[in-house]
């Protein structure tokens, strides 16, 4: 029965999500789905969209044993230009994020 449960709660979410990110005035980030009810906040942007792919879940009823199999919803689009853009040797989401996060209009669960 997990198998087939895993099958179909990952059927059932959505491969991308449009979503707006905001700078929040006292600092950090906060962010909402377009399609579905969710919204998070963070003090970086990698916090952000740990906490906002945890509330996708949350909406979904996943439960929390397959949370690390289904994956993150992350700036695929932006995170790709960036990368190629700048072409480091170490990075992290926010090293990449940090200039546009207004930009990011639709999240990606890889």
């Known amino acids: 029965m997990k198998q087939e449960e895993k099958i ?6 959505p491969e991308t999500l449009q979503v707006t990110i905001h700078k929040a005035e006292e600092g950090g ?13 963070g003090e ?3 916090e952000l969209f740990d ?5 996708i879940y949350a909406y979904y ?7 690390s199999e289904f994956g993150s919803y992350l700036p695929v689009d932006s995170l790709r230009e960036s990368v190629n853009e700048q072409k480091p040797e170490k990075y992290t989401l926010d090293d ?4 546009h996060p207004e930009n990011i209009r639709e999240l990606q669960r890889i």
């Open 8 to 13: 179909i709660l990952k059927s059932l979410l």
């Open 61 to 67: 009823e996943v439960p929390e044993k397959f949370i």
């Open 96 to 99: 990449i994020l940090q200039k």
């Open 51 to 55: 906490v906002l792919t945890q509330a």
């Open 44 to 46: 970086t942007l990698q």
């Open 29 to 41: 980030y906060w962010a909402k789905t377009v399609e579905i009810p969710c919204s998070s906040q």
